[in-house]
């Protein structure tokens, strides 16, 4: 998220190891601050909307300075088409990852198709930054780039960088507000009952007010932000309850998790311990600078879970899991995360039966604790990722952890025969898209739609097995409407770039 500096930023000192564990919702700076879409448009109604409409400074700014470029219309609204258009016209101070990484292909005879002006127009900016006449290489747009991104969000050699993640999620909410079917989200809450949908600038929330839990927390995770970063420790974030939410006596303090908690659980045994403020998406899912990544640490996008399912087996084996494979393939991720409140087979929970911490210890189903502020806790979590690579193929992969205290720490989410069994078996499984949806449909989730934008045809063909890949014969796209796909296996047709 871009950094637009406040007398009221709490001061964190990235040289220290202990922290705030908390910080009061009346002290968050409003670059922090979520933005509440109460009433969307219909998908497809498109137009443009003020500029001002949009509460998030971070937003507001930089939606200026792209309605204020050379590819913008300069009437102070704003639209995904427009943003698009700003984006690919050369001259525009705004630049993500992913034109970087586009410029950086060209130097070494990669042709980056109807992108090609924009990326040379950022290969004149490294060599006027270089205040020199010898050939822009790869490595000095990567080290150009690189120094944008210490500090993002700010002018740097008349230069605007914000990571592609960034940009993704900021179009999305544009094109949630105007209508426009511009938007790659993960997923999209259509269940009825009470939700409040919040969208930060790297990640969006379906968040309950009854649970006090997101029903579906999404983002979108690129390879080419990590070229960029600066990588910073977690430790030195505090958590805390949402402004946007706080304003309308919704969401809880951080506070709630303390204690130690006991309880009977679906697994028939005495669950006892304290709860982490599990994330949803995840902190280092969101690569940028440290205190950007502050925005995961809402209470927003906390669901408790056990030491054991949070810090082993989902760290390790979800979270970690995807981003090596991400690095690894050189890939794009859509990603949505959620909770389940199943029973050990895998049936919905009754309501009555879900069990709520409400701080200090106290624990109970919600007729139990009655009116006092409390967090449901669930069963289970899951994730799905669809994954994008360079040659333009798809997958997806789902994961579901149990959320329990004496689950081994060690265990890693492996494919078996009948999920079921297997997470009976291990408390952790690999699922496909069809078998995900299905939990969720039985769940009462059915209107939680994943990779909504992602073509039938394409669907059809992974959603059955976990990790097949497929090659589109269609020209489509899913995470590059911000920018095209690099194609590595066409050599340029334009002169050698000086």
């Given at each position: 998220?871009?950094?637009?500096?406040?007398?009221?930023?709490?001061?964190?000192?990235?040289?220290?190891?202990v922290?705030?564990?908390?910080?009061?919702?009346?002290?968050?700076?409003?670059?922090?601050?979520?933005?509440?879409?109460?009433?969307?448009?219909?998908?497809?109604?498109?137009?443009?909307?003020?500029?001002?409409?949009?509460?998030?400074?971070?937003?507001?700014?930089?939606?200026?300075?792209?309605?204020?470029?050379p590819?913008?219309?300069?009437?102070?609204?704003?639209?995904?088409?427009?943003?698009?258009?700003?984006?690919?016209?050369?001259?525009?101070?705004?630049?993500?990852?992913?034109q970087?990484?586009?410029?950086?292909?060209?130097?070494?005879?990669?042709?980056v198709?109807?992108d090609?002006?924009?990326?040379?127009?950022?290969?004149?900016?490294?060599?006027?930054?270089?205040?020199?006449?010898?050939?822009?290489?790869?490595?000095?747009?990567?080290?150009?780039?690189?120094?944008?991104?210490?500090?993002?969000?700010?002018?740097?050699?008349?230069?605007?960088?914000?990571?592609?993640?960034?940009m993704?999620?900021?179009?999305?909410?544009?094109?949630?507000?105007?209508?426009?079917?511009?938007?790659?989200?993960?997923?999209?809450?259509?269940?009825?009952?009470?939700?409040?949908?919040?969208?930060?600038?790297?990640?969006?929330?379906?968040?309950?007010?009854?649970?006090?839990?997101?029903?579906?927390?999404?983002?979108?995770?690129?390879?080419?932000d990590?070229?960029y970063?600066?990588?910073?420790?977690?430790?030195?974030?505090?958590?805390?309850?949402?402004?946007?939410?706080?304003?309308?006596?919704?969401?809880?303090?951080?506070?709630?998790?303390?204690?130690?908690?006991?309880?009977?659980?679906?697994?028939?045994?005495?669950?006892?311990?304290?709860?982490?403020?599990?994330?949803?998406?995840?902190?280092?899912?969101?690569?940028?600078?440290?205190?950007?990544?502050?925005?995961?640490?809402?209470?927003?996008?906390?669901?408790?879970?056990?030491?054991?399912?949070?810090?082993?087996?989902?760290?390790?084996?979800v979270?970690?899991?995807?981003?090596d494979?991400?690095?690894?393939?050189?890939?794009?991720?859509?990603?949505?995360?959620g909770?389940?409140?199943?029973?050990?087979?895998?049936?919905?929970?009754?309501?009555?039966?879900?069990?709520?911490?409400?701080?200090?210890?106290?624990?109970?189903?919600?007729?139990?604790?009655?009116?006092?502020?409390?967090?449901?806790?669930?069963?289970?979590?899951w994730?799905?990722?669809?994954?994008?690579?360079?040659?333009?193929?798809?997958?997806?992969?789902?994961?579901?952890?149990?959320?329990?205290?004496d689950?081994d720490?060690?265990?890693?989410?492996?494919?078996?025969?009948?999920?079921?069994?297997?997470?009976?078996?291990?408390?952790?499984?690999?699922?496909?898209?069809?078998?995900?949806?299905?939990?969720?449909?039985?769940?009462?989730?059915?209107?939680?739609?994943?990779?909504?934008?992602l073509?039938?045809d394409?669907?059809?063909?992974?959603?059955?097995?976990?990790?097949?890949?497929?090659?589109?014969?269609?020209?489509f796209q899913?995470?590059?409407?911000?920018?095209?796909v690099?194609n590595?296996?066409?050599?340029?047709?334009?002169?050698?770039?000086?």
């Open positions: 998220m871009a950094r637009i500096p406040s007398d009221n930023t709490p001061k964190i000192n990235t040289e220290t190891a922290e705030p564990e908390a910080v009061s919702h009346e002290k968050v700076p409003p670059q922090y601050h979520a933005q509440i879409v109460k009433t969307p448009p219909a998908s497809g109604s498109g137009g443009e909307v003020p500029i001002s409409e949009f509460t998030n400074p971070v937003a507001q700014d930089i939606l200026t300075k792209l309605d204020d470029s590819g913008g219309n300069r009437n102070k609204l704003t639209s995904a088409k427009e943003i698009d258009t700003a984006l690919k016209t050369p001259g525009g101070k705004i630049i993500t990852s992913v970087l990484y586009q410029a950086e292909q060209i130097t070494k005879g990669v042709n198709g109807r090609a002006a924009r990326a040379q127009d950022i290969i004149n900016r490294v060599k006027t930054a270089k205040s020199g006449s010898d050939p822009v290489t790869a490595d000095d747009i990567r080290a150009w780039g690189t120094k944008l991104a210490l500090k993002p969000g700010e002018e740097v050699d008349g230069t605007v960088y914000l990571t592609s993640q960034q993704n999620a900021i179009k999305s909410l544009v094109a949630r507000i105007t209508g426009e079917k511009a938007s790659a989200i993960a997923a999209e809450d259509t269940t009825s009952g009470t939700k409040v949908e919040l969208y930060y600038p790297a990640m969006q929330i379906n968040y309950n007010p009854t649970t006090n839990v997101p029903n579906v927390a999404s983002t979108a995770y690129y390879y080419e990590t070229l970063r600066t990588k910073v420790p977690r430790k030195n974030d505090p958590f805390f309850h949402d402004p946007a939410l706080a304003e309308q006596k919704q969401g809880v303090d951080p506070a709630i998790y303390s204690g130690t908690y006991k309880f009977q659980s679906i697994w028939d045994t005495i669950q006892e311990g304290t709860f982490d403020r599990g994330h949803m998406v995840a902190f280092e899912d969101v690569v940028d600078s440290n205190l950007e990544k502050w925005n995961t640490m809402t209470m927003a996008n906390m669901h408790p879970q056990t030491k054991k399912s949070n810090e082993q087996v989902w760290v390790r084996g979270e970690e899991a995807i981003r494979k991400a690095t690894k393939d050189m890939s794009r991720m859509s990603l949505a995360v909770p389940l409140f199943a029973d050990q087979d895998m049936n919905p929970l009754p309501k009555d039966q879900i069990n709520y911490i409400a701080g200090g210890g106290k624990t109970g189903k919600a007729a139990e604790l009655g009116d006092a502020v409390k967090v449901a806790v669930s069963t289970f979590s994730k799905a990722m669809l994954e994008q690579t360079p040659d333009g193929q798809y997958s997806v992969t789902c994961y579901v952890v149990a959320n329990r205290q689950l720490g060690t265990v890693r989410p492996q494919r078996g025969e009948n999920f079921k069994e297997q997470l009976k078996k291990t408390g952790a499984a690999i699922l496909s898209l069809t078998e995900l949806e299905g939990l969720l449909q039985e769940q009462g989730q059915g209107g939680i739609k994943l990779f909504a934008d073509p039938d394409i669907r059809s063909q992974i959603a059955d097995e976990p990790g097949k890949k497929l090659k589109p014969t269609t020209d899913y995470l590059s409407k911000l920018q095209n690099i590595l296996g066409q050599p340029v047709e334009t002169e050698a770039v000086a």
